[in-house]
């Protein structure tokens, strides 16, 4: 199996990372509008 270079190492990083970034800030979205569903009116009322 031939190396991989740098270059290719910090983009596989930056891939994963980013992934990790986008999929907790979801779940962290996603507990938020639970929590202000649960506890008071919504815009449209």
Do not use: C, Q, T, W
């Not at 980013?18 to 009322?45: E, P, Q, T």
Request: hydrophobic share 40%.
């Amino acid at each position: 199996m031939e190396e991989m270079s740098p270059d290719n190492i910090h983009g596989v990083i930056l891939a994963v990372s980013s992934s990790i970034f986008i999929g907790s800030s979801f779940i962290i979205k996603k507990k938020g509008l639970k929590k202000a569903g649960v506890s008071g009116a919504r815009a449209s009322s």
